[in-house]
């Protein structure tokens, strides 16, 4: 059963960018595309834990700000070295013009 959970609010959100929630002590990061669809991951980079939301969002790519490592915020994916270990994402959904993330 899904848990969805109020994050930003989409417009609060550019496109190709990313924003910081932090929700039970933990950080996410909500990404925008140029699509207008609304991604989330986790907000630490799995390289040396640097905070996403710091990083450059290219199309569906999201670029940690410390060692360039880059991730498809779509899916997660690693794309290359440093980064070895992907990202987790959660599902979205816009309501009331608040992005939702599903923590389950």
Do not use: Q
């Not at 910081?20 to 630490?44: K, L, M, N, Q, V």
């Not at 199309?59 to 987790?88: M, S, W």
């Amino acid at each position: 059963m899904p848990s969805w959970i109020p994050t930003v609010k989409a417009d609060d959100v550019e496109a190709e960018d990313v924003a910081p929630f932090t929700h039970g002590g933990t950080e996410y990061a909500i990404y925008r595309s140029p699509d207008d669809e609304y991604f989330a991951s986790d907000g630490f980079c799995t390289h040396e834990a640097e905070m996403l939301c710091r990083g450059f969002v290219m199309g569906h790519e999201i670029e940690c700000p410390r060692h360039n490592g880059r991730f498809d915020y779509r899916t997660g994916k690693a794309l290359g070295a440093p980064v070895l270990v992907g990202l987790r994402t959660y599902p979205t959904r816009v309501v009331d013009g608040v992005v939702e993330i599903d923590l389950d």
